[in-house]
């Protein structure tokens, strides 16, 4: 006995073709979800590119002093400013001592400069004299220069002091009591290892990253950080705009 053929034009075709009718649905919707997912990727791109585009004019119009307000800066609350720097970056001395200028221009005191490898120490530190030097000064400017081994040996100093400073005030440790130490006797510790010190008001990080690259957290509990970019893109514009805007912030503390 002969079957009769089906023809795809006909409905029958679909009636007994459930598998290539789902295979059709499946398809329609990939390119419906793939073609969405392609506008929103152009649409925060538009976005993205719009930002750094009125971004780079506001700078431009700082650097120029077409803005004139951002160049009249209230330091009363930075105190310390923070500089982190990539490494690979760090390695350009004439950007970071341009850098340097820069700051010393707007009036700011103190500033703590950081990198992960440690690049500043020997590019910066030794400027002044034949060793590498940990604290040094720049056209008026107090500067402190740590890298990511004040942080790792920091915190190793820091846990065996507290840990031999418990052992001698407590020498029977036979009921194993376990030790309760405070914010206060961490902070006293690093102190007392010579890797405490003042915590940045505010944190300027030049990098790919949007990080503070290993910069000692228990010396950044309430600061503010802002990503600027490239150290080879850099801007006074967007400096002083930094600095501005800081000033303009009010920070509320816990109790």
């Known amino acids: 006995m ?21 295979f059709q649905t499946s398809i329609i919707w990939r390119f419906t979800l793939g073609l969405c997912w392609c506008l929103l990727h152009l649409f925060v791109t538009l976005v993205h590119a719009g930002s750094s585009l009125i971004h780079a004019l506001v700078c431009y ?7 004139g307000k951002y160049w009249n800066l209230d330091l009363s609350n930075l105190k310390y400013l923070g500089i982190v720097v ?21 009036g700011v005191k103190n500033v703590i400069l950081y990198d992960l490898e440690g690049a500043l120490k020997k590019s910066i530190g030794s400027d002044q004299s034949s060793s590498y030097s940990k604290n040094t000064h720049f056209e008026g400017m107090a500067i402190e220069l740590l890298s ?8 190793a100093k820091a846990a065996s002091f507290l840990c031999s400073k418990y052992l001698k005030s407590n020498p029977a440790v036979s009921d194993r009591v376990e030790p309760i130490f405070t914010e206060a ?40 950080i802002i990503h600027m970019g490239s ?25």
């Open 148 to 155: 990511f081994s004040d942080n790792k040996e920091g915190v």
């Open 231 to 255: 150290l080879k893109t850099m801007k006074y514009g967007a400096i002083l705009k930094a600095i501005y805007d800081f000033s303009k912030k009010h920070q509320n503390y816990g109790t």
């Open 86 to 106: 990539d490494s690979e970056q760090a390695k350009n001395t004439v950007k970071i001592k341009r850098l340097l200028h820069w700051l010393s221009s707007t």
């Open 185 to 224: 006797d961490i902070d006293d510790a690093l102190m007392a290892v010579g890797c405490g010190g003042p915590e940045p008001d505010l944190l300027l990080v030049y990098g790919p990253a949007r990080c503070h690259l290993g910069f000692p957290a228990w010396r950044m509990r309430y600061t503010e």
């Open 61 to 67: 119009s700082i650097s120029s002093g077409l803005l």
């Open 2 to 22: 002969a079957l009769a053929s089906v023809n795809p034009g006909d409905d029958a075709f679909w009636i007994y073709s459930p598998n290539l009718r789902g």
